[in-house]
């Protein structure tokens, strides 16, 4: 990008923030970028608000409202590079088990007038609504690899992230498979890299917080945790999670939960 410093702004939608809060953990590499970037709108930071246009916008959350819909596709209006940040973004998030039940319970349950309430019966990606030029993964995201998106668009090439699964990462720190060693459930060999195998190495499963990785085989993994000892339910609520709505994963829950579904039921334990 050349001519006027580019101007850069961050949207939330439904979210927690964290994937903002990676933004500013970026710090001292935070205000090298200052120095080529216009940070005009980002109120997790500053209470400054310019208009667009936008070269690059950064959009946190998933859609859940009908105002959500509105402020999208004003957003999209608005930016010429629209770059989705996190789980919740990039796949709806955790929110998104809405996507599983029903909403009108839901609702009454947590509101003493829901009738107040207008919300979407759905929690569902950016990307299922507007075009989107890049999705940067993660819960949350990670910060080393939003810096690599935001450097290659000011340099007009394609962000360099990984695509391999977190199974590598375990390899090349030297971490026993927990699966192997142990039997544990874990989505490490399903999941993109991102966050360098933190959990398998403090001997815990991986919660699939980067998403799905390339060609992802769920279907073999579901079957060697049964085959480990895990219920077919334990399995579905493995893969609903902070990617819950991803396609595949939630491709895979559907299916085991339908597997359940056709299953007959358990018989009473008698009493010893």
Same mark, same amino acid.
């Given at each position: 990008?050349?001519?006027?410093?580019p +101007?850069?702004?961050?949207?939330?939608?439904?979210?927690?923030?964290g994937?903002?809060?990676? %933004?500013?953990?970026c710090?001292?590499?935070? %205000? #090298?970028?200052?120095? +080529?970037l216009d940070?005009?709108?980002?109120?997790? #930071?500053?209470?400054?608000?310019?208009?667009?246009p936008?070269?690059?916008?950064?959009?946190?959350g998933?859609i859940t409202?009908?105002?959500d819909?509105? +402020?999208?596709?004003?957003?999209r =209006?608005?930016?010429?590079?629209?770059?989705t940040?996190g789980a919740?973004?990039?796949?709806?998030?955790?929110?998104?088990?809405r996507?599983?039940?029903?909403?009108?319970?839901?609702l009454?349950a947590?509101? #003493?007038?829901?009738?107040?309430?207008?919300?979407?019966?759905?929690?569902?990606?950016? #990307?299922?609504?507007? =075009?989107?030029?890049?999705?940067?993964?993660?819960?949350?995201?990670?910060?080393?690899?939003l810096?690599?998106v935001?450097?290659? %668009?000011?340099?007009?090439?394609? &962000?360099?992230?990984?695509?391999?699964?977190?199974?590598?990462?375990?390899?090349? +720190? *030297?971490?026993?498979?927990i699966i192997?060693a142990?039997g544990?459930?874990?989505?490490?060999?399903?999941?993109?890299?991102g966050?360098?195998?933190?959990?398998?190495?403090?001997?815990r *499963?991986c919660? *699939?917080c980067?998403?799905?990785?390339?060609q992802?085989n769920?279907?073999?993994?579901?079957?060697?945790?049964?085959?480990? *000892?895990?219920s077919?339910?334990?399995?579905?609520?493995?893969?609903?999670?902070?990617?819950?709505?991803?396609?595949?994963?939630?491709?895979?829950?559907?299916r085991?939960a339908n597997?359940?579904?056709?299953? &007959?039921?358990?018989?009473?334990?008698?009493?010893?």
């Open positions: 990008m050349s001519g006027p410093r +101007r850069l702004a961050v949207f939330k939608f439904a979210s927690c923030d994937c903002q809060l990676s %933004l500013l953990d710090e001292d590499e935070l %205000l #090298a970028l200052g120095e +080529r940070i005009v709108h980002f109120l997790e #930071a500053t209470s400054r608000v310019s208009d667009g936008y070269d690059i916008a950064l959009v946190e998933s409202t009908p105002d819909l509105t +402020r999208i596709q004003e957003v =209006r608005a930016s010429k590079f629209l770059v940040i919740c973004a990039t796949a709806g998030g955790i929110q998104a088990l996507n599983f039940a029903d909403h009108a319970s839901f009454a947590v509101y #003493a007038s829901p009738q107040y309430i207008h919300s979407l019966a759905t929690s569902t990606a950016i #990307a299922d609504h507007v =075009r989107v030029d890049f999705e940067l993964r993660g819960c949350p995201i990670n910060k080393t690899q810096l690599e935001i450097r290659a %668009l000011l340099g007009d090439r394609r &962000p360099t992230t990984p695509s391999h699964s977190v199974c590598l990462d375990c390899k090349r +720190r *030297g971490t026993v498979c192997v142990h544990a459930p874990c989505l490490g060999p399903v999941t993109q890299s966050c360098g195998a933190i959990c398998p190495a403090y001997d *499963g919660y *699939g980067f998403g799905p990785c390339v992802p769920l279907a073999s993994l579901s079957a060697q945790q049964i085959r480990n *000892g895990a077919i339910a334990e399995a579905v609520q493995g893969l609903r999670l902070f990617n819950v709505n991803a396609p595949e994963f939630r491709q895979e829950s559907d085991l597997l359940a579904a056709d299953l &007959p039921a358990p018989e009473p334990r008698q009493r010893p």
